[in-house]
């Protein structure tokens, strides 16, 4: 066998000291803890914005946070990397960027009465949609009303046509209820201080990083309480009479929610709307400029330190797991600040069936969601029994929308949706 060089011998030896050295006491930690991007970190805040709590959104502290004030979601992907921290902070300050994140589900809210459709611009109304199969069971079950026969089959039919479920809106005001996700922030800041930050204090008489910790936290917790948060996610005029609307995905969607907004609540069809004109712009930039520098400022002195680094990047990897937690986390409708109450439900494998038992029970409100679901034009049948339904409406609207204690219209009666599969749809006298 051939005798291994002393060069040899010396580069291996380099190698395995390196690997020990690094795991041991890990270098370059920035860029470990740089791995979250400010995305992530923006949906944890609109999560838990506007909470019950004014002004405080207690997300953890991660070094992901830095992107959000110099990374505008709005500047090309080449400027985003090329662009120093310091300058793109200022840049990003000083701009027009919004601060809530687009919604994560594209869906269309329908006027119910006017039949006025519009892309939704809410983050609020698109996670309510989103995390429907998380929280409509619960309120189902909790209902009186769920008892009523036939709605326990529709409300678990296999997903083959259109289900429609009716909420009654419990006073929306946009301000959220207590609940897990909202105070975790408060646990994983005692695992962050107690456990990894005091430890090396006692073991090393290191107190970097439960201080690091500690000013991390003070940032995270003032960069979430910019009251532009809540201006974004729920400022928007009460109703002054009730206003039912419609929240779906569009054509070839399986679920639609029917929302019935009274006196008080939020205007979901304006929260739903475009880009609203916000009270204080300047302070917001003032503050995102303020916080930017600071953040900078942190992130660099972190960037230096090379001692018991494991604790730091502890603390940086258990807020990145927290945040990820708190933006994917599904919540009930009340801990969004939007209590509901169940009303009904109808579904069947037809769309055009389920149309027509809403209808029956909502008039005009079938009517309203045509348009979306069928964008065609309709057959002479489907002609004939909508204009019914029209008349019909046109009538019980001069009656003055009276309605029984089931909260179904009281008006002439619908003919069985059953005409969908026949040849000709037979008018009533």
Known sequence: MHRMSSGSISATAGTSYW????????????????????DVVRKAIGQLAAGPVPY??????????VRILVWPTSWPRLMRRQVPFAVSAML????????MPPPELECVLINANSGCARTNRSWLLAHLLRDLDFWMPQLISTSSKSTQPGKEQETHRSKAGLRVTVWRCETITGKGRHDFVYWSGIFVLLVQLLALGVLPLVL??????????????????????LPQWVEEKSLVRQLSKKKDVLVTEGSGAYEMIMLRAQPGDLDLEALAGSRRDLSNPALTR???ALLAISWIVLLITVAGWEQHTWYILGVGIIGMIHNI?????????????????????????????????????YPRAGASTLGTFFSGVLNEKEKNAWQFAAERFEHWKSRGYPRGRNTKAVAWTMPNAEWVDNVDFIRPP
């Open 204 to 225: 090393f008489g290191e107190y970097f990083t439960i201080m690091i910790t500690a000013c991390g936290t003070v940032l995270a917790w003032l960069s979430g309480a």
């Open 286 to 288: 003032t503050c995102c």
């Open 19 to 38: 690997l020990h050295s690094q795991w041991t006491n890990p270098n370059d930690i920035f860029t470990i803890l740089s791995i979250l991007g400010g």
């Open 92 to 99: 990003s300050a000083f701009g027009d960027d919004r601060l």
């Open 325 to 361: 937690f708190v933006a994917g986390s599904e919540r009930m409708p009340a801990a969004s600040g939007t209590p509901l109450e169940y009303e009904a439900v109808f579904a069947d494998n037809k769309v055009m069936k389920v149309l027509w038992k809403l209808e029956d029970a």
């Open 56 to 65: 405080f959104c207690p997300v953890s502290f991660s070094f992901g946070w």
